[in-house]
């Protein structure tokens, strides 16, 4: 009986998503739920055979592309900009308002702006995915530089140490686990960044091939897309997890 709790315990979460993915399955069958308003799980998995392997792996690396260099390009800006902010006081009063203002504007609303502007090619979809996944990580990095003891830097300024050795052996390991954090966050910002520029404009990718399926009411195509998706994400957010634990394994306990 203990070892039963245990394992239930263990794996609730596993436990909780095959209960889900039966009563799914059930529930479409019992109330003879059309395939075009909500396919069950079984569908789905045959849904999978209606592309070739390569035209799966063709749209989901068209996203993930995308979605990378968005990631890296907001990464990239973020930092040093966090760096830039919590440095001088002049930057902070002239940057944080657009930062604010950039994050307020709805990035859906201005994505077809962005695409009539830039073309249709992949860099707007790439300016897209940046600008959302770009906050989280500059104010969070901006975050940590700035929630280091005053101790610390106290005795950093008796040594005589200079405000770079200052940023990159004092305030930069402090803000590990906020920029970690906030990296993850962004992963996943930025996989939806690439499926929002899809939408708009794209000939290829998850988010496109979506929407020409529930266009063409083929929902349970738009579902395996959404599950290949979500699996995507995970994966990412796992990786930047391993990559914290492998590289700064201190920073994640005091995370």
């Known amino acids: 009986m203990i070892a039963l709790k245990r394992i239930a315990t263990r794996y609730a979460s596993l436990i909780a998503f ?27 998995l045959v849904a999978f055979t209606t592309l070739s392997p390569s035209r799966w792996f063709e749209h989901t690396w068209a996203t993930l592309e995308v979605a990378l260099l968005g990631f890296v390009i907001a990464t990239a800006i973020a930092v040093p900009l966090a760096i830039a902010i919590t440095r ?14 950039i994050q307020s504007t709805p990035i859906v609303a201005i994505a077809p702006i962005i695409v009539v502007t830039l073309g249709a090619g992949v860099l707007p979809r790439v300016v897209i995915t940046t600008l959302i996944a770009f906050f989280p990580i500059v104010i ?10 005053a101790e610390f830097t106290e005795l950093s300024r008796s040594l005589r140490a200079s405000r770079n050795r200052e940023y990159w052996q004092i305030r930069m390991p402090y803000a590990l686990p906020h920029l ?15 499926v929002v520029a899809e939408f708009v404009a794209a000939e ?33 957010y796992g990786l930047i997890t391993q990559l914290q634990r492998r590289l700064f394994p201190w920073s994640e306990h005091r995370g």
């Open 204 to 236: 290829r990718g998850l988010g496109y091939l979506i929407l020409y399926s529930t266009s063409s009411f083929r929902i349970a195509v738009a579902f395996a897309a959404l599950v290949i998706l979500v699996a995507s994400s995970l994966v990412l």
């Open 88 to 101: 001088s006081k002049l930057v902070s009063r002239v940057v944080m308002p657009w930062l604010i203002v």
């Open 18 to 44: 095959i209960l889900v993915v039966l009563a799914w399955e059930l529930g479409c069958d019992l109330f003879q739920v059309p395939t075009f308003v909500l396919p069950a799980p079984s569908a789905i």
């Open 180 to 194: 970690f954090s906030a990296l993850r966050v962004a992963i996943t910002l930025a996989i939806v960044g690439a």
């Open 140 to 149: 969070s990095t901006a975050t940590g530089l700035a929630s280091v003891p």
